[in-house]
């Protein structure tokens, strides 16, 4: 089991395949692992842009408590930058200093991660994994985070959405070669994205290997 989840990378929308990882053993950390990706059409963007200007201190603003958002790539990311509601919005509490302090530690890993994403993006080596958070992948939607991740490198992305009466638990198609679509019964909600179904996604990410190896 390691070794089949140890040929995928999470694309988001959010923490659900990192859990996945974990349960799995892999605690191999990568850049997207632990967003938030607001929507397609933000990480389509951010791969075109090639990530230009990630995790800027300019750019970051409030996500939640315990995350920030990059505003101009709309991707939120786990921080020790906390927030507080004030006046009915949500403000940083520490102080710019002590902001800027964070920020150049935080800063620093993100790059790191981003150009270990950029390698094996234009390597091929891995599978991407990528789900929508809110509501269910349209195909345009689908075609459009493909087609950027082709232009960086010839990876292989695996789409997967919730089983419907037409496509069960457990199924996988293909739309075009390196472009898979497979099913689980649910995705675990946002206050426990742990409660991941391994056996559900061992089966879809097996037969995505076996179709695009």
């Known amino acids: ?36 990706v607001t929507s397609p059409r933000a990480l389509t963007a951010a791969l075109d842009a090639d990530f230009a200007g990630l995790y800027g201190f300019d750019q970051l603003v409030p996500f939640n408590a315990e995350m920030v958002l990059d505003r101009g790539l709309g991707l939120a990311f786990h921080s020790a930058l906390r927030s507080a509601e004030v006046d009915g919005a949500l403000r940083f509490v520490a102080s710019d200093e002590d902001r ?8 620093a890993k993100v790059m790191q991660q981003l150009a270990q994403f950029r390698a094996t993006l234009a390597s091929g080596a891995r599978f991407y994994v990528f789900h ?4 269910v992948l349209t195909p345009h939607e689908i075609a459009h985070v493909f087609a950027a991740l082709r232009r960086r490198g010839p990876a292989r992305l695996l789409v997967v959405s919730e089983a419907d009466a037409a496509h069960p638990v457990g199924s996988v198609i293909a739309h075009v070669p390196g472009l898979l679509h497979g099913r689980i019964e649910r995705f675990s909600p946002g206050d426990r994205a742990d409660e991941v179904s391994l056996p559900e996604w061992e089966t879809i990410c097996r037969k995505a290997l076996e179709m695009a190896p």
Request: charged share 20%; proline share 2%; with cysteine.
């Open 1 to 36: 089991m390691h070794d089949v989840f140890a040929s995928f990378e999470s694309l988001g929308a959010n923490c659900a395949f990192g859990f996945v990882q974990r349960a799995a053993g892999i605690e191999t950390p990568s850049l997207l692992r632990w967003s938030m």
């Open 100 to 107: 800027r302090d964070i920020h150049r530690f935080e800063a």
């Open 132 to 135: 929508k958070y809110f509501g």
